[in-house]
């Protein structure tokens, strides 16, 4: 009973020390992220549709995710309206014959429209105000210290201008909608819209695999302390093996070997490129985070925070993604 309560004691203490050296509660993060890979794989085995459509629920979750941040420091965007043209955005750059002009009118429509709904103040119910109370409760002093939206009367709610709201409006619009159409723009050209797709999603996803081991294990030297203290040289070297690594196993496994052989430079420059791009878009959702002053986006995905946590690399990626893809013809 003793060695094995020592041996208990330990694997605790083993388990303790990995999550404070990742910053996140690794076994829920790993069951968490089995689970979406499950989810996504099922949904491009039923059919590429399905998967759109997966796109498309997940930037709803981050739009309320958003709107529940911003609310934090008071502003206001407005999220039904986010929703309606963002979805339409999503479903229209995949069906329309000219996808890419789709997509280009459907965001302009999308600013317009949110734009304007921003300058008004619509109340749809008490479910935002108890999100912002809640996560204002769980959300430590330090961090709202040093939000750039800290004011004495927090606790009784702060405005911003029309102007502001506007702002923090279209800068959702920027952020998710947009960068969401990229992820379906690569499913409608090469022929290979599974293929697109698993490096669309999960080379994103190795890279921060291999930044959070690397980082982990191996990081000695910040990369940035003061935006994020746990991400490290390292961690982007281990970001971009991963990823590299990855897309050489999507490629090599898609590709005949005529095509492979001419087109060896392009896991190289997917790989170094996600691992790069990925990693700035996690400082960025770590420096918009601090600037409102919160720890995590959100508390859908246990392990992980909220889905923006989540899919932030992806979103950031995605347009030099489609990009390669493109001009590599593959």
């Known amino acids: 009973m003793t060695h094995s309560g020592d041996r208990h004691a330990d694997a605790e203490e083993a388990l303790e020390s990995i999550n404070k050296r990742t910053g996140r509660n690794m076994p829920q993060a790993v069951a968490t992220g089995a689970l979406l890979v499950v989810v996504i794989l099922a949904s491009l085995l039923i059919r590429v549709d399905v998967f759109v459509v997966l796109i498309m629920v997940f930037m709803i979750l981050g739009l309320w995710e958003l709107r529940v941040d911003f609310a934090t420091a ?3 965007t407005p999220l039904l309206t986010l929703c309606l ?25 999308t600013v317009v429209l949110v734009c304007l709904s921003a300058s ?6 008490t479910r935002v105000s108890v999100a912002v109370a809640r996560k204002l409760s769980s959300t430590d002093s330090h961090a709202r210290v040093e939000s750039s939206y800290n004011k004495a009367d927090v606790d009784e709610g702060i405005h911003q201008s029309r102007i502001s709201n ?7 619009v920027l952020y998710i909608p947009l960068l969401a159409c990229f992820l379906v723009l690569p499913l409608t050209f090469g022929g290979h819209p599974i293929a697109h797709a698993f490096i669309s999603i999960f080379l994103p996803a190795l890279s921060d695999i291999g930044g959070l081991f690397f980082g982990a294990w191996f990081g000695k030297h910040k990369l940035s302390p003061r935006i994020s203290p746990k991400k490290s040289v390292e961690g982007l070297l281990g970001s971009m093996v991963f990823s590299t690594l990855g897309a050489f196993a999507i490629v ?23 691992g790069i791009v990925g990693t700035f878009g996690d400082l960025c959702a770590s420096m918009l985070k601090r600037d409102i002053g919160i720890k995590d986006m959100g508390h859908l995905l246990r392990g992980h925070g909220g889905v923006l946590d989540r899919v932030d690399s992806i979103l950031l990626s995605a347009p030099f993604i489609t990009l390669v893809l493109y001009f590599a013809g593959i």
Not at 86 to 103: N, R
Not at 166 to 172: H, K, N, P, W
Not at 252 to 270: K, R
């Open 166 to 172: 506007v702002g923090a409006s279209l800068f959702t």
């Open 252 to 274: 090599a496994t898609t590709y005949d070997s005529a095509q492979w052989a001419s087109s060896w430079w392009v896991p190289v420059v997917l790989g170094v490129m996600t």
């Open 120 to 125: 008004t103040r619509i109340n749809m119910g």
């Open 74 to 76: 008071g502003l206001h």
């Open 85 to 109: 043209c963002s979805s339409a955005s999503i479903l229209v750059t995949y069906y329309a014959p000219s996808h890419l002009l789709a997509m280009m009118l459907c965001i302009m429509a």
